[in-house]
């Protein structure tokens, strides 16, 4: 690894710990001179786009790519017409392989633009569906809670996924905090 490279690289911690605890704040709040959000936002999803163009190319996976920037963030989907076994592949086992490839992707956009990103990557939809299974995790355990009074401690995720569970503990009116680190960090789900 160069020494540039190891000046840009950055760790999936820190990328963790940024999409799940720090509020956003756009680079023109913090740096006028960039220039407006979006038009960041908009070069971080071309860079992405290329890069993982050019990894479909290579893999011969066919699918289609769509970008869309909603909510201070760029949201990057791969899909394809037909079934693609290529693109299963790339999501892997509990979207494992489809994380690592969203680390990737985020470290291409910051060596090409010297800019952190946390854009998040789907492929055929594998996140919205992932979405609705973490609102029923999160309906489960608030119904645990209720009914033994215990808090209730749910299986490791991503911060994506911390997230969208926390959001949907907050909205039923429950307490959720995040513990452990790196792969066994998880949420902790209570009455208060």
């Known amino acids: 690894m ?8 950055i760790s999936t911690e820190a990328i963790e710990d940024q999409d799940e605890s720090q509020p956003e704040v756009l ?44 909510s201070g963030r760029t949201y990057i989907s791969i899909v394809a017409e037909e079934e693609s ?11 494992e392989v489809l994380e ?32 609705g299974e973490l609102q029923k995790i999160a309906d489960d355990a608030v119904a645990s809670v209720k009914e033994s009074g215990e808090a209730v401690a749910l299986a490791p995720m991503s911060a994506y996924e911390r997230k969208i569970v926390h959001d949907a503990v907050a909205e039923l009116g429950f307490v959720s905090e995040s513990e452990g680190e790196g792969a066994d960090r998880h949420i902790v789900v209570s009455a208060d």
């Open 2 to 9: 160069s020494a540039e490279s190891t000046e840009h690289a």
């Open 27 to 70: 680079d023109s709040e913090v740096n006028p001179e960039k220039g407006a959000s979006a038009s960041r936002l908009e070069e971080e999803g071309d860079v992405a786009a290329d890069y993982l163009e050019e990894l479909l190319d290579i893999a011969d996976i066919d699918g289609d790519i769509d970008i869309e920037v909603r």
């Open 85 to 95: 076994a290529g693109l299963e592949n790339l999501v892997g086992t509990d979207g």
């Open 100 to 131: 690592a490839l969203q680390e990737l992707t985020r470290l291409a956009v910051l060596s090409a633009t010297e800019n952190r990103s946390r854009l998040v990557l789907d492929i055929n939809g594998y996140r919205s569906e992932r979405a």
